[in-house]
């Protein structure tokens, strides 16, 4: 049993509310007068009952059926809300909010009025509203619209040169996403798939399940496929025209096959087929004569190198030169040559407590350099280092006593035999 009630619209595209059927015989397209919370407002039904039924209890009943007084009342009402929008920007200038108005709408009575903003964060528009309500005499009401709802006010046309689909039939926003744009090959260009709101395009939804379906028959972009003429991969796919263009392997012509095909001339490979895997591979050998001038053979070993071990190989290091020592100016000293002795410079002493370093005697038996003080056989002497002597007794060395036989001291006893 159908429900006896019908459905009427404000706007076009705006959301149906349901009322009781009156008495009288209504039809789709006549006007009627309805109460709201904003008051009396005038609609258009959009929808009747098929029969007869019961009316449901919470529903309300219309006011009555708009006569010509009560349309020339809404005419009047809509070019009222036009000067209250120019009145409400004009005072939004002055008092420098950062916000947009996108429109006004009064009700049947010409008692309160609705308006509709955009604002990008919190703004106090309290001056706002008293001044209109000072000017126009009305109560007014602001509500916060998101940008899909701005455009859905305003109005206009898209880049596909008809009214928008939000203020002409249109009832509710889909859910749009970016997924919709590439299932449909769409350049992925902000400026192309995003209409006058700044968001995506609510007409990406409409072909998408169309799109997503044949899809899901035809082979993908770069399947590899099998065709008469020889081995194919997929470039191209049309799901409205349900076809594919196939490249054939060593061949620049393209081949547009439809979906009828597919299965039947055209065969898409999960496994290829091995015959046309061997043709193919033998195109893409060179010929035989340019195998075998690049084939060179290999080089015989000789006796000598197969009976030569294997030696291991050494690191090389680099040689350095001769070390130059030098004198006490400074200036390279030649081998050979005796250290320049080290003298104090004029008019300083040596330092207290310390003693000057003897002489080496010409006549000492450990002394076996010459006048000079070098060596007898002219090379550099080294420089030992002393130890030092121990403090419980004197030395014994013949180096001392003079003696250089090595026999003892002369004051001891004498040796026995």
């Not at 407002?41 to 098929?50: N, R």
């Not at 940008?147 to 749009?176: H, N, Q």
């Not at 008469?228 to 054939?248: F, H, K, S, W």
């Not at 004029?346 to 010409?362: C, F, I, K, Q, W």
């Amino acid at each position: 049993m159908a429900t006896q009630v019908i459905g009427v619209r404000m706007r076009d595209a705006s959301r149906i509310y349901h009322y009781a059927l009156p008495e009288e015989p209504v039809f789709i397209g006549e006007y009627v007068v309805v109460e709201t919370p904003r008051g009396q407002e005038m609609g258009h039904i959009v929808s009747v009952p098929d029969g007869d039924g019961e009316i449901p209890p919470d529903v309300r009943p219309i006011v009555r059926l708009a006569t010509g007084d009560d349309r020339d009342q809404a005419l009047q009402m809509q070019s009222h809300a036009l000067e209250l929008l120019q009145q409400g920007r004009t005072l939004l200038k002055d008092l420098d909010l950062d916000m947009y108005l996108a429109g006004f709408s009064i009700n049947l009575e010409g008692t309160e009025a609705t308006g509709h903003f955009q604002a990008d964060s919190h703004t106090n528009f309290r001056d706002l509203v008293r001044g209109l309500e000072d000017e126009s005499g009305l109560r007014i009401h602001m509500q916060h619209a998101g940008p899909r709802d701005r455009a859905k006010i305003v109005d206009g046309y898209d880049i596909c040169g008809l009214r928008l689909c939000c203020s002409s039939w249109m009832t509710e926003f889909p859910k749009v996403g970016i997924r919709m744009a590439k299932e449909q090959d769409l350049p992925l260009n902000p400026d192309k798939i995003s209409g006058v709101c700044g968001r995506l395009l609510c007409c990406l939804t409409f072909e998408f399940d169309v799109y997503r379906e044949m899809r899901g028959q035809l082979p993908k972009v770069g399947k590899t496929v099998s065709t008469p003429a020889g081995m194919g991969r997929v470039v191209q796919v049309n799901p409205l025209a349900e076809q594919i263009t196939i490249q054939v392997e060593g061949s620049r012509d393209r081949i547009q096959v439809p979906a009828s095909e597919i299965g039947l001339a055209v065969r898409i490979e999960e496994a290829p087929n091995q015959a046309l895997v061997v043709e193919r591979q033998e195109r893409q050998q060179p010929p035989a004569s340019l195998r075998r001038s690049s084939e060179a053979p290999p080089e015989e070993e000789t006796e000598a190198d197969q009976a030569e071990p294997s030696r291991p190989r050494r690191r090389r290091r680099r040689r350095r030169g001769p070390r130059t020592e030098t004198d006490g100016a400074g200036e390279p000293r030649a081998e050979g040559t005796a250290p320049a002795e080290k003298t104090a410079p004029a008019g300083r002493s040596a330092p207290a407590g310390r003693r000057p370093r003897p002489e080496p005697s010409a006549g000492s038996a450990t002394d076996s350099s010459g006048d000079d003080g070098q060596p007898a056989d002219g090379q550099p002497r080294r420089r030992r280092r002393r130890r030092r002597r121990r403090s419980d007794g004197p030395a014994d060395s013949p180096a001392s006593n003079g003696d250089s036989s090595g026999g003892g001291n002369s004051d001891g006893p004498p040796a026995t035999g």
